[in-house]
């Protein structure tokens, strides 16, 4: 665990819908226009909770524009590099061939094994990334009868991950616009873990804290 020295402690208070005062000792800095702030407020108040993303969409008021857009079928993660296949339409007759759900299943595989050699050298940031594709890779293999395009429930929930994942997004990079900030942005960015759930999982060594007081 940090010492009480080394701890970087910030204050995130909400100023109005999208405009919120980040403090850190005797500096203050002001952010607008950054609704990801609601997601992440909700995710750090309860460490560990596991949020799907349709619930998490409804904490922000009004919905961001992305969540009214018809969403692009896909199946797989686009930012799974050699495991992306998307689907241009509406139809539910799109599906993956055998060798690309053999090669899904390879992929889930070596991940497991590089999860456990993370797990064994403390490395928090390889976890979350790791753990977040096979959240991904896990949730195409448990659909329907195999890879066949999304129904309209799951287009709903492909929606609403994507809508949280920009949102998230643009409220890091709104944060790193400040130098002061950055440490905090990174930290964000490492321990809130997205996909169709959501959770913010810190690692106990990371000096970092952020609360928000009512």
């Not at 970087?8 to 002001?30: L, P």
């Not at 643009?170 to 169709?196: C, D, N, P, V, Y």
Request: glycine share 6%; proline share 7%.
């Amino acid at each position: 665990m940090p010492s009480a020295d080394s701890m970087q402690c910030y204050q995130v208070v909400q100023r109005g819908h999208e405009c919120w005062d980040i403090m850190r000792k005797a500096h203050s800095f002001h952010i607008t226009r950054c609704d990801g702030l609601q997601i992440v407020r909700e995710l750090v108040d309860h460490p560990g909770v596991s949020y799907p993303a349709n619930e998490l969409i409804k904490i922000l008021s009004p919905p961001p524009p992305d969540f009214l857009k018809p969403a692009p079928l896909y199946v797989g993660d686009p930012s799974v590099t050699g495991f992306s296949h998307y689907v241009s339409g509406r139809g539910d007759d799109t599906r993956i061939d055998q060798q690309a759900r053999m090669a899904y299943r390879k992929r889930l595989n070596d991940l497991k094994e590089e999860l456990t050699e993370a797990e064994g050298l403390n490395d928090w940031g390889r976890q979350a990334k790791i753990l977040r594709e096979i959240g991904d890779l896990e949730s195409e293999l448990l659909k329907g009868a195999g890879f066949f395009g999304c129904k309209p429930q799951d287009k709903n929930r492909e929606r609403a991950r994507l809508c949280v994942f920009r949102s998230l997004k643009r409220a890091f990079s709104q944060l790193s616009k400040e130098k002061e900030l950055h440490a905090l942005s990174l930290h964000l960015k490492q321990a809130i873990r997205t996909g169709h759930a959501c959770v913010y999982w810190p690692s106990p060594v990371d000096p970092i804290q952020v609360t928000f007081p009512t």
